[in-house]
């Protein structure tokens, strides 16, 4: 018999509740600290050992505020989920649940993991981890840093701004790119402490469109989606975690829309593997082979970019998986369609 535990999480707090054999009950509020956990962590043994249950603790992924439970969970023997919200949520309205308070909330979290398979979390390694979070450090400062450019620019063009005004936006500027160096030195000076990332980052840039802007965030994806399968993932099915299958539309004979990707993974991410689709097809690659064949065959530019962009990411996986560089000679060869003439 397995417990199944819901945890609603916040900031300051967590609700909880479990289910068992079908019936559900809530457990209270704890405060999401260390004693908030072990506060958890007793009562629920205490259910544990009246049942001789296993216990199973489905957390719904809250900006982050959810990852020491979590791994104060893991630490106790337990398993834990992190499903997508989006399809916690629609489940819910599946069964007609509406209400949504915090106690709800993880009502339906046990419920659904009672009644829905769900992958087990595991963290990332911390060598990966840490870099994880310096990249999107990076990220923030650089965005940061162009909105602030705009500003100046902007300012640039109006009559009668104070002085004061352009000082604070210069120095904004100066400090945000002060801290940008020292975040890109950080990233450089921990692969030099990480060979293996280091290796990995060799034989990522291998693959056709994988380069330095993306080689980083593709390699924190692909040791996540090992994490996840314990090394067995497929690549069909990372292009599904990461939003990229495609999503028909039909039924009957009349009922016909435009296929579109799911998008059910990090928008981000996909935004990156499209860029490097774009750029990888401009060369003289078997990605851009690729490319040409499904335009030849009549596909749309941006469908054969999507294609392209799912292709990088097979590539990667299985560069990634077999630890050995890309062959391009191992891919069958056809020779490229180009599109007819008008």
Not at 28 to 45: D, I, W
Not at 220 to 245: F, I, N, P, S
Not at 323 to 328: G, K, L, N, S
């Amino acid at each position: 018999m397995t417990v199944f535990v819901g945890i609603d999480i916040a900031k300051a707090s967590f609700a909880t509740a479990t289910c068992v054999d079908g019936t559900s009950q809530t457990l209270g509020v704890f405060p999401n600290t260390r004693a908030g956990f072990e506060a958890l962590v007793a009562q629920l043994r205490e259910a544990v050992r009246s049942r001789e249950s296993a216990v199973q603790v489905i957390i719904e992924p809250t900006g982050g505020y959810e990852v020491p439970l979590a791994r104060f969970v893991l630490e106790h023997g337990w398993q834990v989920s992190m499903p997508n919200p989006r399809h916690v949520r629609d489940w819910a309205k599946s069964q007609g649940r509406r209400a949504k308070t915090d106690a709800q909330d993880a009502l339906l979290l046990a419920r659904y993991g009672a009644e829905q398979p769900v992958r087990p979390w595991r963290p990332l390694p911390a060598a990966v981890s840490e870099l994880e979070s310096l990249l999107q450090r990076r990220d923030d400062l650089e965005q940061l840093i162009g909105q602030e450019r705009n500003r100046q620019h902007a300012l640039g063009h109006r009559p009668d701004v104070a002085p004061a005004v352009d000082a604070s936006v210069a120095a904004i500027l100066h400090a945000l790119e002060a801290s940008l160096s020292t975040v890109t030195r950080a990233i450089n000076e921990h692969l030099e402490q990480q060979p293996r990332l280091r290796e990995g980052v060799r034989l990522l840039r291998t693959v056709p469109g994988v380069g330095e802007r993306n080689v980083l965030w593709l390699l924190v994806l692909l040791h996540r989606w090992q994490t996840l399968t314990d090394g067995e993932g497929l690549g069909k099915g990372l292009v599904a975690y990461l939003g990229l299958d495609p999503q028909p539309f039909e039924s009957g004979s009349s009922v016909r829309r435009r296929a579109r990707i799911s998008r059910m993974g990090a928008a981000h991410l996909r935004r990156r593997l499209f860029m490097s689709a774009l750029g990888g097809t401009r060369g003289h690659n078997a990605l851009r082979q690729f490319y040409l064949r499904l335009v030849g065959r009549g596909k749309p530019k941006k469908v054969a970019l999507i294609a392209a962009a799912r292709k990088v990411l097979v590539w990667a996986w299985a560069v990634f998986r077999t630890r050995t560089a890309f062959d391009p000679t191992r891919i069958p060869r056809r020779p490229p369609m180009l599109p007819a003439s008008p």
